[in-house]
């Protein structure tokens, strides 16, 4: 599948994704003039990199077009390198040398959103024994695929967070319960670090989907602005 085809069918999975009142791009990174999309901190980059970023930059003003919030700004970055989101919105951005995508939500609606796009065969073995919890062997049984999902998954959960908590990554110590069929997840543990962390949240608070495309998953976390809100 030609790039901009693949771009295309991302943008598909990814609207398929995402719940209501969240807004969502995709689109090609190479070619892409990064001039007028870097903010302040950037110099020096590689133009690989900058286009990658020029990218998301133009996902995340597309995914707040997309529910209202035309005038977005620059979204400088924070002193983490997190994009500024306008007040009142929250988002997430993701994106490789090929493609790059955003997704944005108010924070009356959500908490936190998280976005993840990974290939799907780059975890090597050594790779996911770092990722995997020993309650996950089942579900990964060895294979870059599954591995893969489980490192999107829980990339897109930390990223849902961090902004909120600044709890650092450390895959192992959360579980997952994988539906692979449906595209779905639940955290089935969380270290006590974690569930300390997350501020009188629970586990069940989080929500998970995933989509897959050829050598691509694209995962999506995502936390209600209330507990239990359905």
């Excluded at 020096?44 to 970023?53: L, N, P, Q």
């Excluded at 529910?67 to 009142?88: H, K, N, T, V, Y």
């Amino acid at each position: 599948m030609e790039a901009a085809a693949k771009a295309n069918e991302l943008l598909s999975i990814l609207k398929g994704l995402v719940p209501a009142g969240v807004g969502s791009f995709c689109c090609l990174s190479d070619g892409l003039d990064a001039g007028g999309s870097l903010a302040e901190g950037t110099t020096g980059w590689s133009a690989a990199r900058s286009r990658e970023f020029a990218g998301g930059r133009i996902c995340a003003k597309n995914a707040l077009a997309a529910i209202g919030m035309e005038e977005a700004g620059s979204l400088a970055r924070d002193s983490d390198g997190l994009p500024q989101w306008p007040f009142g919105y929250t988002g997430s951005i993701s994106h490789n040398r090929v493609f790059c995508m955003a997704v944005a939500g108010r924070m009356t609606d959500y908490f936190g959103l998280g976005l993840d796009l990974e290939q799907t065969n780059r975890i090597k073995e050594g790779a996911a024994r770092r990722v995997v919890h020993p309650m996950e062997t089942d579900f990964w049984k060895g294979e870059q695929l599954q591995a893969s999902i489980l490192f999107s998954l829980k990339e897109a959960f930390y990223k849902a967070q961090y902004p909120q908590w600044r709890l650092s990554a450390n895959f192992s110590e959360m579980a997952l319960k994988v539906d692979l069929q449906e595209g779905r997840a639940e955290i089935t543990f969380l270290a006590d670090r974690l569930l300390a962390g997350i501020d009188g949240r629970i586990p069940s608070d989080f929500r998970f989907c995933f989509g897959l495309i050829e050598s691509h998953v694209v995962s999506l976390c995502w936390l209600d602005s209330s507990p239990g809100r359905s």
